[in-house]
Nanobody, 125 residues
């Protein structure tokens, strides 16, 4: 089984930065991908970013392009999400996940089979 644990969330002012970490255990690293999603109160979970284990390709939601960067550290079994120029609308619980369903696109939550517990990111204006 795979366990994913997010950390690094917190309270930051608009324009500030945070780096989220997702520590993985189990059979996380392979031929699939890891992704970050977020969910604000009263809203559906939405895709933020993903990174491929095969070729390192990265993918971003339009709302975070140019501001967020997803990366991985194989030695530490960790995936990161560097968030810069944060906006109040970025406020949400952020989740990391392992892609396990190859029939669904990377931006769909249904493409991922293991999820972390989430870490709260709050951006004040």
């Amino acid at each position: 089984q795979v366990q994913l644990v997010e950390s690094g969330g917190g309270l930051v002012q608009a324009g500030g930065s945070l780096r989220l970490s997702c520590a993985a255990s189990g059979r996380t690293f392979g031929s699939d991908a890891m992704g970050w999603f977020r969910q604000a109160p009263g809203k559906e979970r939405e895709f933020v970013a993903a990174i491929s284990w095969i070729d390192g390709s990265t993918y971003y939601a339009d709302s975070v392009k140019g501001r967020f960067t997803i990366s991985r550290d194989n030695a530490r079994n960790t995936v990161y999400l560097q968030m810069n120029s944060l906006k109040p609308e970025d406020t949400a619980v952020y989740y990391c996940a392992r892609r396990g369903n190859y029939y669904n696109p990377y931006h769909s939550p249904t493409a991922y089979d293991y999820w972390g517990q989430g870490t709260q990111v709050t951006v004040s204006s």
